[in-house]
C-alpha cells in the first residue's frame, strides 16, 4: 500500500511559468470566491482571512525559496527576482547590491496593470504587495524589508529596501 505524503511536492510554478501570470491565474479563481464569500459573510471579514491566508501562503514560500536558490543571501533572493520580473511584469531600477543591503525601485508594475484589467484593483495589494514581507520573513528571518510606498496603491513606483541585520 502507498503511503500518502503529509507536504505536497514542492512548489515549482514561479520557476515554470514566472509569477506574473501565477497572479493572474490565481486572481481570476480567488476574486470570484472572495465575492461570493464576501456576500454571504461580509467583505471586510472575508478580505482579513485572505490577507491572512496569503500571508502565510508567501512565508512557506519564502522558506521554499531557500532551497530553489540554494541559500538564504541576499545575493540568492535578488537572483530569485528573474522569477517576478519575467515577461517583463516588473521593471526595476537597482539602487544597491551587496551582501548587507538590496535596494530597487519598481518603476512599473504590470501586477498592479493586471489587477485593474481585471477590474479588482483594490484586490491587488491583498493578492500580491502584501506577500512581500511575509515571503522575505520565511527566506531569511534576519533580513528586514521596508517599502513606503508602492505603484498598487497610487504612488509612482515601489521602493524594495532589504537589509541584512547584522551583531546582536
Not at 43 to 59: C, F, G, L, S, Y
Amino acid at each position: 500500500m502507498e503511503s500518502i505524503p503529509n507536504q505536497p511536492p514542492p512548489d515549482t510554478l514561479n520557476a515554470r511559468i514566472g509569477v506574473l501570470a501565477r497572479r493572474e491565474v490565481e486572481a481570476r479563481i480567488l476574486a470570484p470566491i472572495i465575492e461570493a464569500l464576501a456576500g454571504e459573510f461580509g467583505r471586510t471579514r472575508v478580505v482579513e482571512i485572505v490577507r491572512t491566508a496569503i500571508i502565510d501562503v508567501a512565508h512557506q514560500q519564502g522558506a521554499q525559496l531557500v532551497t530553489t536558490m540554494g541559500g538564504d543571501t541576499l545575493s540568492a533572493f535578488a537572483a530569485s527576482l528573474t522569477f517576478w520580473t519575467q515577461d517583463n511584469a516588473l521593471e526595476l531600477d537597482v539602487l544597491e547590491q551587496s551582501d548587507d543591503a538590496f535596494a530597487f525601485n519598481v518603476t512599473r508594475c504590470r501586477y498592479a496593470e493586471l489587477y485593474r484589467a481585471l477590474g479588482i484593483p483594490e484586490l491587488g495589494a491583498v493578492l500580491s504587495c502584501n506577500r512581500d514581507g511575509a515571503l522575505i520573513e520565511g527566506f531569511n528571518p534576519a533580513i528586514d524589508l521596508t517599502r513606503t510606498q508602492t505603484i498598487m496603491q497610487g504612488a509612482d513606483c515601489c521602493d524594495f529596501r532589504y537589509r541584512r541585520r547584522t551583531g546582536g
